[in-house]
């Protein structure tokens, strides 16, 4: 059966339990879970990542598709949205089975709820940069783009913004860092 054409997936139809619509919902997306788990779980046995990637239907579709249903459309496309559930879910796994996974994976469902929410100071691992310089978000852009060494696209999908934010915000960054340099 050929893949339906994803702006024929009816995620409320899933949601309920419409066996057919999810299969639909698989068909188109399921190369792009498997994707976003690969890239997670690289190194590991075909069977973990098929694991990972089918856990990632089952918490969707979890309280009654409750992940499923906090889709939103006006806040990032499908395919954004779902791999950052497959990363997290993938993240989720691997430490579960005590693997360790990289840095730059480590985004949490902090992620998927809000993108403006805070990072941890001590989780950048910046001790050098004073805490009041640089806001969080600034700290989050650099730590990607430089410690992680993550592209600016990849950093802006990440983070469900577009690159030239991505670019102006580690601009701004670097421009704060200099001031407090001078000024220091």
């Given at each position: ?13 899933c ?39 089918q ?5 969707l ?29 993938a ?21 998927l ?20 310089v ?21 950093v ?22 200099r ?6």
């Amino acid at each position: 059966m050929p893949d339906p054409n994803r702006d024929q997936v009816d995620l409320d139809a899933c949601a309920r339990g419409d066996s057919q619509a999810f299969a639909n919902f698989v068909s188109a997306y399921g190369g792009l879970v498997w994707a976003g788990v690969r890239r997670v779980l690289r190194g590991q046995s075909e069977q973990d990542i098929e694991d990972a990637a089918q856990d990632v239907f089952v918490r969707l579709l979890k309280d009654d598709g409750r992940l499923l249903r906090s889709f939103d459309p006006n806040r990032a496309s499908m395919s954004t949205w779902l791999t950052l559930v497959s990363r997290s879910t993938a993240i989720d796994r691997a430490r579960k089975l005590g693997r360790t996974v990289g840095r730059a994976t480590e985004l949490d469902d902090r992620t998927l709820e809000a993108p403006e929410a805070p990072v941890e100071a001590g989780d950048l691992q910046d001790s050098a940069i004073p805490l009041g310089v640089l806001t969080d978000r600034q700290r989050l852009v650099l730590h990607l783009l430089y410690q992680d060494e993550q592209p600016v696209d990849v950093v802006a999908q990440l983070l469900q913004v577009s690159e030239q934010t991505v670019r102006s915000t580690k601009h701004k960054a670097l421009e704060r860092l200099r001031a407090a340099m001078h000024d220091s």
